[in-house]
């Protein structure tokens, strides 16, 4: 007896592994050997590859396409039709399946509807992609990226509110009260102790 709920017009393929909780709605196909973690909200519309792996609570809006190479954390959002791409050099013709670039999503991170990530490139934990972002490079965590190609354009909590540093390379959450320092480039949370 299956834990999870899909939609009738779902296709799940078998050897899939999905969570318990977890909500596969219209229109979406789940191919083989993939792996959805409990607590999934997996939108209308939706292609998860061959092999991509979803942590825990992970929400993935309608029109999404997930290719084989990805991997995502916990508690991801993957907005209205983003993309992550699996080969850079792609051509009809020519067959390279076994040249798929991985890609991984760290946990609470965010992706912006309408945004392309560009396989081979690795999204830190709690990043936060732009709406119709273009990511062509590695992100850092806690980072905010914006355009196309995509450019940092600051730092983000894990609440999703924009850091306002002071002098000192310090930073409060608005909503949560954590705090953050800013040093050597990259952001981190100041864990009480």
């Known amino acids: 007896m299956k834990d999870f709920?899909?939609?009738?017009?779902?296709?799940?393929?078998?050897?899939?592994?999905?969570?318990?909780g977890t909500k596969i709605w219209h229109f979406t196909h789940i191919m083989a050997g993939c792996t959805i973690g409990e607590g999934c909200n997996i939108g209308q519309n939706v292609v998860v590859s061959p092999d991509v792996v979803l942590g825990r609570n992970v929400k993935v809006q309608n029109n999404v396409s997930i290719y084989t190479g990805v991997t995502c954390g916990d508690d991801v959002f993957l907005g209205p039709s983003c993309v992550f791409t699996n080969v850079t050099n792609p051509r009809s013709a020519v067959n390279r399946k076994s040249q798929y670039a991985k890609t991984h999503v760290g946990n609470g991170a965010t992706i912006?509807?309408?945004?392309?990530?560009?396989?081979?490139?690795?999204?830190?934990?709690?990043?936060?992609?732009?709406?119709?972002?273009?990511?062509?490079?590695?992100?850092?965590?806690?980072?905010?990226?914006?355009?196309?190609?995509?450019?940092?354009?600051?730092w983000m909590s894990r609440y999703g509110h924009r850091l306002k540093f002071d002098a000192d390379g310090f930073a409060t959450c608005p909503e949560s009260g954590e705090r953050y320092q800013l040093k050597d480039g990259s952001c981190k949370l100041i864990i009480e102790s």
Request: proline residues 3%; negative net charge.
């Open 5 to 20: 709920f899909a939609h009738e017009t779902a296709v799940i393929d078998e050897g899939c592994t999905i969570g318990k």
């Open 112 to 154: 912006g509807a309408n945004s392309t990530i560009v396989c081979g490139h690795d999204i830190g934990e709690y990043a936060f992609i732009g709406a119709g972002a273009v990511v062509t490079k590695n992100v850092p965590a806690y980072a905010l990226l914006v355009g196309n190609p995509a450019r940092q354009m600051g």
